[in-house]
């Protein structure tokens, strides 16, 4: 595989359930991203893992909670999820945070909330 | 006021036409640009990365910033039914740990 790869692609959950995506990335990177996409809205950035430590927090709810075990696996948590968190989440990866350092994209995971 | 501003569309052309999409952005300290081309169902991919004012072509594709008026374009020459997407304008700070910030998208599609 390359690239960036996340499962799974559609994610259908209550307001109780607890549930996990993941995100892998094949390039070698260092730097791993979630980003929240909504119908007509702009990409929020949520979180930001770099060398495996996360060193950006974008005042994202608790309910959200990011796991980064090696530098090539991001995992967000979710628990006790609210409508308004439907949405398409993106992961991210690249070669530090600096310039001239694009981010690749996953396909995302399209999550609805009942 | 939005930090990035970026008209949702649709816009739709015909095949062959040339096409400008383009962004305004109220932060002064904002240097380098980008455009993101997104495919339904897929994540944004980078087009063109550029620094600071000035013109960066890349094929049909030419990426213009007016520092000066604080706005952006992506000019698309040619073109054909598979640029049919939604292309997101980003920038960032002059430092590292600035984050990208994205306009909400503009629909583009092309007709044959």
């Known amino acids: 595989e390359t690239g960036v790869t996340q499962t799974p692609r559609h994610l259908v959950m209550g307001m109780t359930n607890k549930k996990s995506l993941k995100c892998e990335q094949h390039?070698?990177?260092?730097?791993m991203y979630w980003y929240k996409q909504s119908a007509k809205k702009p990409l929020e950035l949520m979180f930001v893992?770099?060398?495996?430590?996360?060193?950006e927090n974008n005042s994202v709810p608790s309910r959200f909670s990011p796991e980064c075990p090696n530098s090539s696996h991001l995992f967000l948590h979710l628990h006790t999820l609210q409508p308004e968190d439907s949405a398409l989440y993106l992961c991210?990866?690249?070669?530090?945070?600096?310039?001239?350092?694009?981010?690749?994209f996953g396909d995302g995971t399209r999550l609805s909330i009942l | 006021q939005k930090e990035v501003e970026q008209d949702p569309g649709p816009l739709s052309v015909p095949e062959g036409a040339i096409v400008s999409l383009n962004c305004t952005y109220s932060?002064?300290?904002?240097?380098?640009f980008m455009w993101y081309r997104q495919y339904s169902r897929k994540g944004p991919e980078l087009l063109m990365y550029t620094y600071s004012s000035g013109n960066k072509e890349d094929g049909r594709f030419t990426a213009q910033v007016d520092k000066s008026s604080k706005y952006i374009s992506l000019f698309i020459r040619d073109s054909q039914p598979s640029d049919s997407a939604t292309y997101l304008c980003?920038?960032?700070?002059?430092?590292?740990?600035?984050?990208?910030?994205f306009g909400s998208g503009t629909r583009l599609s092309i007709r044959p």
């Open positions: 390039l070698g990177h260092n730097a």
């Open positions: 893992y770099s060398l495996e430590e996360r060193v």
């Open positions: 980003a920038m960032q700070g002059y430092s590292s740990a600035s984050k990208i910030i």
């Open positions: 932060n002064s300290a904002f240097q380098y």
């Open positions: 991210a990866s690249s070669q530090g945070q600096g310039h001239n350092q694009p981010q690749h």
